[in-house]
């Protein structure tokens, strides 16, 4: 298994002409994953890597299955384009555009939850499934990215895009692999928080334990106790704050738009404290990760 | 983006919020001459982006035009938080009988706009909502729909407000909940509102933070208000060596290689992207090295942007070392920055190998990045060294 994307999903890219989204799709397809062509409007007709270019969403959704979007346009077009793909019946939407505003954010988030859409990011690399699928940029160039995610049995959902990149290796070289990992974005505002995304990985058999990666900043980490403490869930976790010296440093801006210490509950000492006290493990060094997960796997 | 109160009321007295009359001055002759125009007992507030004026004796109440010029002339002069004030605000003072307390923010977890509303303004509100949980409302809105006074009637009823006085405030709220939304601000926030002595309802602090993103849609207003261009109202004025990091990362539009912050220490960082700058910061303290800078590379910037973020960094007197540091990458080429910083070292007259303490970017062509640092004798490091070990082996070296 895996969750939110495997071997047979087909999707697009918005926004495919743009330098970065050339990139990513060049790798995609190198990877094997089932990109069906891109949109960008007054551009119909061409092609990228040998994929069709369209000048609507619905060029695609009325000739075929497009089970995914990914969203790399413009910060001023990108709320556009989400409800474009929420328009045209998408379900799972995944924004890599930075440097949305918030409000525009909330906006296309409540439609996305109306219409029942999975939404990734925004500000994210998009979701790997080793050896099945990558839809986004994370992992990099084919090469890259099978040497960082070996397929295997950790989930992984990161604030930061590198970063996940980072404990996936760490997984795959301690010889636990990846299941799916999740870059879910460093916004302030996300489609899907980690609390959102853990059922799925509950319900995944692949999946046997949590790595998270963790920033200052908003609430998200304790959605995710309330969630373990409310749901039962068995699998192990084991979470990696960064961003530790911003504790004393309030109202300064740092690495991501959601990371901020603004009051107390912002602070990674407030953070690991509430983690800890439902039994997730919190790593002081990325190769513990795979070393706490190992333990508490077999313990 | 903060604005000062004067800035704020000024945005807030365009949604019908009803506020004290006020002068804005620079001096302390201006100070007293507001003082003489309002006619009558005056507060004197220092305009600085920070809370906490009270405490640190930036507010003060004057009789006179004379006893004005006087705190005026002492606020003027008052650091606090480190942060200079750009001027003071010169109000009425009125006699005030209850303070109540509102703001509007956006909820991550619920990802939704949200009205925190409380019967008990002036006080910290993080406190009245540990202690005094009854006195306080919270009450979410669609960032979608235009805005119905109906939902800041319910957060104002929710702590038990009734008659003339929740008409009032719901006005109020009502007109703070459309600013933020039409506005683009990531906090509006009356703290606090002020019901005196013959009834009428005002506010009489605001504090606005308006999203950085969202700046040039609004940069009508921001004229309007008299915010320039390029004041970006960080938590602290920048320094040289910020400005011109920024600067370097605005010439080049090529990834990213800036935001950089400067810290006090000897070793200098260069170091991505986000999250990875975020870690590596933390590991570098944690080994017990002592940072002089934040910063954060990706993006695949180019050669000539990574040699003259190393050239800036290196040219700072306190920095004794670099260390160069990075996740795994996904689309930055390793040797491009290899390439980078070897020569921004040499531009700035130093030898790699011995200016260079670490270098540990694995990724996409780190063989030809290698073959490089190789040359030069610059140690570096493959994916096969953690992020923390690589920061304990740079700290190592200083010092040495």
Same mark, same amino acid.
């Given at each position: 298994?895996?969750?939110?994307?495997?071997?047979?999903?087909?999707?697009?890219?918005?926004?495919?002409?743009?330098?970065?989204?050339?990139?990513?799709?060049?790798?995609?397809?190198?990877?094997?994953?089932?990109?069906?062509?891109?949109?960008?409007?007054?551009?119909?007709?061409?092609?990228?890597?040998?994929?069709?270019?369209?000048?609507?969403?619905?060029?695609?959704?009325?000739?075929?299955?497009?089970?995914?979007?990914?969203?790399?346009?413009?910060?001023?077009?990108?709320?556009?384009?989400?409800?474009?793909?929420?328009?045209?019946?998408?379900?799972?939407?995944?924004?890599?555009?930075?440097?949305?505003?918030?409000?525009?954010?909330?906006?296309?988030?409540?439609?996305?939850?109306?219409?029942?859409?999975?939404?990734?990011?925004?500000?994210?690399?998009?979701?790997?499934?080793?050896?099945?699928?990558?839809?986004?940029?994370?992992?990099?160039?084919?090469?890259?990215?099978?040497?960082?995610?070996?397929?295997?049995?950790?989930?992984?959902?990161?604030?930061?895009?590198?970063?996940?990149?980072?404990?996936?290796?760490?997984?795959?070289?301690?010889?636990?692999?990846?299941?799916?990992?999740?870059?879910?974005?460093?916004?302030?505002?996300?489609?899907?928080?980690?609390?959102?995304?853990?059922?799925?990985?509950?319900?995944?058999?692949?999946?046997?334990?949590?790595?998270?990666?963790?920033?200052?900043?908003?609430?998200?980490?304790?959605?995710?106790?309330?969630?373990?403490?409310?749901?039962?869930?068995?699998?192990?976790?084991?979470?990696?704050?960064?961003?530790?010296?911003?504790?004393?440093?309030?109202?300064?801006?740092?690495?991501?738009?959601?990371?901020?210490?603004?009051?107390?509950?912002?602070?990674?000492?407030?953070?690991?404290?509430?983690?800890?006290?439902?039994?997730?493990?919190?790593?002081?060094?990325?190769?513990?990760?795979?070393?706490?997960?190992?333990?508490?796997?077999?313990? | 983006?903060?604005?000062?109160?004067?800035?704020?009321? &000024? #945005? !807030?007295? @365009?949604?019908?919020?009803?506020?004290?009359?006020?002068? %804005? /001055?620079? +001096?302390?002759?201006? $100070?007293?001459?507001?003082?003489?125009?309002?006619?009558?007992?005056?507060?004197?507030?220092? &305009? #600085? !982006?920070? @809370?906490?004026?009270?405490?640190?004796?930036?507010?003060? %109440? /004057?009789? +006179?035009?004379?006893? $004005?010029?006087?705190?005026?002339?002492?606020?003027?002069?008052?650091?606090?938080?480190?942060?200079?004030?750009?001027?003071?605000?010169?109000?009425?003072?009125?006699?005030?009988?209850?303070?109540?307390?509102?703001?509007?923010?956006?909820?991550?977890?619920?990802?939704?706009?949200?009205?925190?509303?409380?019967?008990?303004?002036?006080?910290?509100?993080?406190?009245?909502?540990?202690?005094?949980?009854?006195?306080?409302?919270?009450?979410?809105?669609?960032?979608?729909?235009?805005?119905?006074?109906?939902?800041?009637?319910?957060?104002?009823?929710?702590?038990?407000?009734?008659?003339?006085?929740?008409?009032?405030?719901?006005?109020?709220?009502?007109?703070?909940?459309?600013?933020?939304?039409?506005?683009?601000?990531?906090?509006?926030?009356?703290?606090?509102?002020?019901?005196?002595?013959?009834?009428?309802?005002?506010?009489?602090?605001?504090?606005?933070?308006?999203?950085?993103?969202?700046?040039?849609?609004?940069?009508?207003?921001?004229?309007?208000?008299?915010?320039?261009?390029?004041?970006?109202?960080?938590?602290?004025?920048?320094?040289?060596?910020?400005?011109?990091?920024?600067?370097?990362?605005?010439?080049?539009?090529?990834?990213?290689?800036?935001?950089?912050?400067?810290?006090?220490?000897?070793?200098?960082?260069?170091?991505?992207?986000?999250?990875?700058?975020?870690?590596?910061?933390?590991?570098?303290?944690?080994?017990?090295?002592?940072?002089?800078?934040?910063?954060?590379?990706?993006?695949?910037?180019?050669?000539?942007?990574?040699?003259?973020?190393?050239?800036?960094?290196?040219?700072?007197?306190?920095?004794?070392?670099?260390?160069?540091?990075?996740?795994?990458?996904?689309?930055?080429?390793?040797?491009?920055?290899?390439?980078?910083?070897?020569?921004?070292?040499?531009?700035?007259?130093?030898?790699?190998?011995?200016?260079?303490?670490?270098?540990?970017?694995?990724?996409?062509?780190?063989?030809?990045?290698?073959?490089?640092?190789?040359?030069?004798?610059?140690?570096?490091?493959?994916?096969?060294?953690?992020?923390?070990?690589?920061?304990?082996?740079?700290?190592?070296?200083?010092?040495?």
């Amino acid at each position: 298994m895996s969750i939110l994307v495997d071997e047979n999903t087909t999707f697009i890219i918005q926004g495919i002409t743009g330098r970065e989204a050339v990139t990513m799709a060049r790798e995609v397809l190198d990877y094997g994953s089932k990109l069906l062509g891109g949109v960008t409007p007054g551009r119909k007709g061409r092609d990228v890597h040998g994929v069709p270019v369209e000048d609507t969403v619905r060029a695609f959704t009325e000739r075929e299955r497009v089970d995914a979007s990914v969203v790399s346009v413009p910060p001023a077009f990108a709320a556009d384009a989400v409800n474009e793909a929420i328009e045209a019946g998408i379900k799972l939407i995944i924004v890599v555009t930075e440097r949305i505003p918030r409000k525009q954010v909330a906006q296309f988030v409540e439609y996305a939850q109306q219409e029942g859409v999975r939404l990734i990011g925004p500000n994210c690399l998009g979701v790997i499934s080793p050896g099945k699928s990558k839809v986004g940029g994370v992992g990099g160039a084919v090469d890259s990215a099978r040497r960082a995610f070996v397929p295997g049995s950790i989930g992984v959902m990161s604030r930061s895009g590198g970063m996940t990149v980072e404990i996936a290796n760490s997984l795959s070289e301690a010889g636990l692999g990846v299941s799916t990992a999740v870059s879910i974005g460093g916004d302030a505002i996300i489609g899907s928080t980690y609390a959102e995304l853990m059922p799925l990985f509950d319900a995944d058999e692949q999946t046997k334990g949590i790595a998270i990666y963790s920033e200052p900043g908003g609430r998200a980490e304790y959605e995710l106790a309330d969630y373990m403490a409310e749901s039962g869930s068995k699998l192990p976790v084991v979470a990696f704050m960064a961003g530790r010296f911003m504790d004393e440093m309030p109202g300064m801006r740092f690495g991501h738009a959601g990371t901020i210490v603004e009051g107390k509950a912002d602070t990674t000492a407030e953070k690991i404290a509430n983690l800890e006290a439902i039994g997730i493990s919190v790593a002081e060094r990325i190769e513990d990760i795979p070393r706490l997960l190992k333990e508490r796997i077999e313990g | 983006m903060r604005f000062y109160e004067y800035e704020a009321k &000024q #945005v !807030l007295a @365009g949604y019908g919020v009803a506020l004290p009359q006020r002068e %804005f /001055a620079t +001096t302390a002759d201006a $100070a007293a001459e507001a003082t003489s125009k309002l006619g009558g007992p005056v507060v004197i507030k220092s &305009q #600085v !982006l920070s @809370g906490g004026r009270m405490k640190a004796g930036g507010v003060k %109440f /004057a009789d +006179t035009p004379e006893e $004005a010029r006087d705190h005026a002339a002492a606020i003027l002069e008052l650091t606090i938080n480190g942060l200079e004030p750009a001027g003071v605000l010169v109000e009425e003072k009125r006699s005030v009988e209850q303070e109540y307390y509102a703001a509007v923010t956006y909820d991550g977890r619920a990802k939704r706009p949200l009205i925190i509303f409380s019967d008990m303004g002036g006080i910290d509100i993080e406190e009245v909502a540990e202690q005094y949980p009854d006195h306080l409302s919270r009450t979410h809105f669609s960032a979608s729909r235009p805005f119905s006074d109906f939902t800041a009637k319910v957060a104002v009823a929710s702590v038990g407000v009734t008659g003339r006085d929740l008409n009032q405030l719901t006005r109020i709220v009502a007109g703070l909940a459309r600013l933020f939304l039409e506005r683009d601000m990531t906090l509006a926030e009356i703290n606090p509102i002020g019901k005196l002595d013959d009834g009428s309802i005002i506010a009489l602090d605001c504090h606005l933070d308006m999203e950085s993103e969202a700046r040039n849609t609004h940069r009508a207003l921001l004229q309007e208000i008299g915010v320039p261009d390029d004041d970006n109202r960080q938590a602290r004025p920048p320094t040289q060596f910020e400005i011109d990091a920024a600067n370097v990362d605005a010439a080049d539009t090529r990834g990213v290689a800036g935001n950089l912050t400067q810290f006090d220490g000897n070793l200098g960082l260069i170091i991505g992207a986000g999250g990875g700058s975020l870690t590596l910061f933390d590991a570098v303290r944690a080994a017990g090295g002592s940072p002089a800078n934040y910063c954060e590379i990706g993006g695949n910037p180019s050669v000539s942007k990574a040699a003259a973020l190393t050239k800036l960094i290196c040219e700072q007197p306190q920095v004794e070392k670099i260390a160069v540091m990075m996740n795994v990458v996904s689309n930055t080429r390793v040797d491009i920055v290899a390439r980078g910083v070897i020569k921004g070292c040499i531009e700035a007259g130093f030898d790699p190998a011995e200016k260079i303490a670490i270098f540990r970017i694995p990724g996409s062509w780190e063989e030809e990045g290698f073959a490089l640092l190789e040359k030069y004798g610059v140690e570096y490091v493959d994916r096969s060294v953690s992020m923390h070990e690589a920061a304990e082996r740079a700290v190592a070296k200083m010092g040495a």
